[in-house]
């Protein structure tokens, strides 16, 4: 496609319940990255792929957080049990993972959890 | 956490150049500068990214002091489109690393 794509837009869920999110990279693009961002604050890395393996999940704040790219293509963010406090924008990023090439964003998720 | 250090808010007057500091005086040799701009409830968008020469593009100038320890991001002729959150960002391991960023307001 022509742009990041990431679904659903808005997610209202309960305390304790499981959510996906889902993103979908550029054509071609074999890094994929996801972030999280608070109000008022800079998006905040969580993990990045290159193809199907995570490369680096320094930033997973927990193990309720579960990120997965199957095909190296689309992925999925998984969180379990969630909190009030994982309420926020989950954005995602894709580029053709060179050293210096600059990332595409998508227009985020906004998970709110009640 | 984040190598760069930004004022948190800054004025332009619309047409006017519009200079964004940012301090990385931690920076290492290999690791490139980003800049990226933050439109309220967009994501993040790219602008300009270098490593140690001044670099240009449609869109901005990026300056890089000599000793690489800090940088100035220059919107030549600020419109009002361009009131965002800008991000000064140092690449560390293939990872963006984003800090609290310069909220710039353009003002007619």
């Known amino acids: 496609g022509a742009g990041v794509s990431q679904t659903p837009s808005n997610k209202v869920t309960e305390k304790g319940k499981y959510v996906e999110l889902r993103c979908d990279p550029i054509?071609?693009?074999?890094?994929l990255y996801w972030y999280r961002q608070s109000l008022g604050q800079g998006p905040e890395f969580l993990i990045y792929f290159q193809g199907t393996g995570a490369a680096d999940d320094s930033g997973l704040p927990n193990d309720r957080f579960f990120a997965v790219r199957p095909e190296g293509s689309v992925s999925t963010l998984k969180i379990q049990r969630t909190e009030r406090g994982d309420s926020a924008v989950y954005l995602c990023?894709?580029?053709?993972?060179?050293?210096?090439?600059?990332?595409?964003f998508g227009s985020g998720t906004r998970l709110t959890v009640v | 956490d984040a190598k760069t250090t930004q004022p948190p808010s800054m004025d332009c007057a619309e047409g006017r150049a519009a200079n964004l500091p940012c301090n990385h005086s931690?920076?290492?040799?290999?690791?490139?500068v980003y800049w990226y701009r933050q439109i309220h409830s967009q994501g993040p968008q790219y602008i300009i990214h270098?490593?140690?020469n001044n670099e240009t593009n449609e869109m901005a100038s990026l300056i890089i002091t000599e000793d690489r320890k800090s940088s100035t991001l220059i919107l030549p002729h600020a419109t009002l489109r361009d009131t965002a959150v800008y991000y000064c960002?140092?690449?560390?391991?293939?990872?963006?690393?984003f800090g609290q960023g310069t909220e710039l307001s353009v003002k007619p």
């Open positions: 931690t920076i290492s040799g290999n690791e490139y």
């Open positions: 054509s071609g693009h074999t890094a």
């Open positions: 990023a894709s580029s053709f993972g060179g050293r210096t090439d600059g990332y595409t």
């Open positions: 270098g490593l140690k």
């Open positions: 960002i140092v690449r560390v391991r293939g990872k963006l690393i």
